[in-house]
């Protein structure tokens, strides 16, 4: 037989019946591949013990927070009683609300002490009506005695502080039929409101007149210009009345030398019949 040449021309002819062998490309891939898939589960781990960290993180805070949250509201309750916070500017007068046959009084907590009135919802119900229905709306709690007039009157319930401001209106109430006395509390005016004018500026009368037609003596002159709410009922209430009168500036009447706050009005509510109070009598002078 003769000897068949390959073409020395033909490229290709070279790899005529060879194998290419691909098997270490492709055990390079496959070892990429558990790499990478080595790497994902173990970013997924690092990321499962990060969001583990941050629940025990977040679960340690929140039981730390919780008991400090109630007792925060707690000793805000405490310190508010529990109420609702002061509103002091209203649209209008209060519609009147006062009870039948129910008796009203005040106590007044003070930063010098306590004083309770006797509230003549009898003589004035509009009168008392607009004092309660403030009250109740916490409005003078906080607020001072702004006044102190010498052997006068004490003198609060300004939410200004200076003698010019009051709840956003005015409205009319009852006048004392037989006149003031130590111990009458009654409603503070401007000179120019017409008699009965009421806000929230109230005053107690805290002792007779120093002298014939001063003090109590000139506020008895008719006709009566300052709604009546009625009259602290003790002697004790007196004092503490009394005790701020003494606190007056040098010149006898303005801003006391001390500030006197009224920390909280509590209105109480009664139907038993009562007998009228005998209003205590100034003590005398030293």
């Known amino acids: ?79 508010s009683g529990g109420e609702s916070e002061p509103t002091r500017k209203f649209s209008k007068p209060p519609a009147l609300a006062l009870k039948p046959n129910t008796v009203y009084s005040a106590t007044l907590g003070t930063s010098e002490g306590k004083m309770t009135i006797a509230l003549d919802s009898t003589a004035a119900p509009n009168s008392v009506n607009n004092f309660v229905f403030l009250a109740r709306k916490h409005f003078y709690d906080g607020l001072t005695f702004h006044r102190v007039a010498k052997d006068f009157v004490v003198q609060g319930g300004d939410p200004k502080g200076d003698g010019s401001g009051g709840p956003g209106y005015k409205t009319q109430v009852e006048t004392p039929p037989t006149g003031y006395q130590t111990g009458s509390v009654a409603w503070a005016k401007g000179q120019q409101d017409p008699p009965g004018t009421a806000g929230s500026q109230f005053f107690i009368v805290t002792s007779a007149a120093p002298a ?65 109070a005998e209003t205590p009598s100034a003590p005398p002078a030293s």
């Open 1 to 79: 037989m003769g000897t068949v040449q390959r073409s020395s021309g033909d490229p290709s002819a070279n790899w005529r019946g060879r194998l290419v062998d691909f098997r270490p490309v492709a055990k390079q891939a496959k070892r990429e591949r558990q790499r990478l898939n080595r790497e994902a589960r173990r970013q997924a781990e690092l990321a499962a013990a990060r969001r583990r960290k941050q629940m025990r993180t977040g679960r340690n805070i929140a039981i730390l927070a919780v008991p400090l949250i109630v007792v925060f509201v707690i000793l805000q309750m405490r310190s």
């Open 212 to 276: 014939p037609g001063q003090g109590l003596d000139a506020l008895n002159q008719q006709p009566y210009q300052y709604g009546i709410i009625g009259a602290v009922t003790d002697a004790q209430s007196l004092e503490v009345a009394q005790k701020i009168g003494a606190l007056a500036p040098p010149n006898g009447d303005g801003k006391p030398t001390k500030k006197v706050t009224i920390k909280k009005v509590t209105i109480t509510e009664s139907t038993e019949p009562t007998l009228p």
